[in-house]
């Protein structure tokens, strides 16, 4: 397929807040809007309900506890490895793509200790279990802890075999107020749907990651989806068929078909964005909501991701909640619009939390 235009930063900029709804509050629902954002980062409990509330109109806490505990949306280590929220058919597509093209999570210096193959059969075990009730993580560890040994704890363990097997949280856990341990369920027993073969899974993965973060390259989806190889990605892309544009840097770039992509100059709204949210991990190159700021200053070395500020659609600062009120750090000194802005999304904002 021909190579379209060029795309500038602002463009793609503008791009990536339209389809994150970050251009202007939504009135889509929770499932809804989950799916169009690809996927909600979870591994602080707070993150997806202030994602939602920074993107959607008049949303409730409530709302998202709701679509929790109706399976309407389902918390689970996906995409990276890492915690998400996302609808029960992303989940098959993101847990199967993982389980078959996210690289091994066993490290080869175990393989002696306790070979793949018995982790697989301590996986399927703890799987029976999952089935019939929920349990706690304290219950799960009591089930691996005959396996565990020095560096294979029973933390570490539960992690591959969540690799193995296809987990989610259920409430209360990754609710609103609750912080105590993770409470599992096998997923088979509480949402519907079956695991697709890995090709099927891949292709819906990629269309979804580019309907939320589109345009972009390869490298972009495997950034996002933690896919270390590009060959299955490119493989995906090609099967789609999709149309292409480049970017300043002449690298190709991918798309669905009649997806957004805003005038460069379309005004964008200062916006409160929380920890760990994909916006700005969602890319290998992330100069299209970072600009000039160096990733270091959003990502620590321990891998928190910092709570950012957006003025004019980039990066501009970060916040954090302190005692229920924001504390905004800006990276350099703002005009009075900009703070007078800020001011009125920080008030929003902690009369949200309170």
């Not at 363990?157 to 097997?165: D, F, I, M, N």
């Not at 409430?171 to 609103?176: E, K, L, Q, R």
């Not at 991701?305 to 302190?322: K, N």
Request: charged letters at 25%; one cysteine or more.
């Amino acid at each position: 397929m021909a190579v379209e235009r060029v795309l500038g930063r602002r463009e793609l900029n503008r791009a990536l807040l339209a389809r994150q709804l970050l251009l202007e509050r939504s009135p889509e629902s929770v499932p809804r809007a989950v799916e169009q954002l690809a996927g909600l980062q979870a591994q602080y409990t707070p993150s997806p309900y202030l994602s939602l509330w920074t993107r959607l109109a008049e949303f409730e806490r409530q709302s998202l506890t709701c679509a929790l505990e109706c399976k309407e949306v389902v918390k689970a280590l996906l995409m990276r490895g890492t915690l998400h929220i996302v609808t029960p058919r992303d989940f098959w597509a993101a847990a199967t793509a993982r389980r078959e093209l996210g690289g091994s999570p066993w490290p080869p210096s175990f393989e002696q200790r306790l070979p793949a193959h018995e982790l697989a059969r301590i996986a399927g075990q703890i799987l029976v279990e999952l089935r019939d009730e929920p349990r706690t993580f304290s219950e799960v560890g009591t089930l691996l802890a005959p396996h565990a040994d020095g560096e294979l704890s029973t933390t570490f363990l539960w992690r591959r075999v969540q690799g193995q097997e296809h987990v989610v949280h259920v409430p209360p856990s990754g609710t609103w107020g609750y912080h105590k341990e993770g409470v599992y369920r096998a997923a088979g027993s509480v949402i519907p749907g079956e695991a697709p073969p890995a090709e099927e899974a891949l292709d819906h993965l990629v269309r979804r990651y580019l309907a939320a973060f589109g345009p972009a390259a390869k490298q972009d989806v495997a950034q996002w989806a933690g896919i270390p190889r590009l060959g299955p990605i490119a493989q995906s892309l090609a099967r789609l068929g999709l149309p292409t544009f480049l970017d300043d840097r002449g690298r190709t770039l991918y798309d669905l078909p009649g997806a957004p992509l805003p005038d460069p100059d379309t005004p964008a709204p200062t916006r409160l964005v929380p920890r760990f949210d994909n916006l700005v991990l969602a890319h290998a190159d992330r100069t299209r909501v970072l600009g000039d700021v160096p990733p270091s200053r959003i990502v620590t070395k321990n891998a928190i991701v910092h709570a950012t500020i957006l003025l004019d659609g980039f990066v501009a600062g970060t916040w954090q909640l302190v005692r229920g009120r924001v504390a905004l750090e800006p990276f350099g000194r703002l005009g009075r619009e900009a703070r007078a802005a800020l001011a009125d999304e920080a008030a929003k904002l902690e009369a949200f939390v309170a």
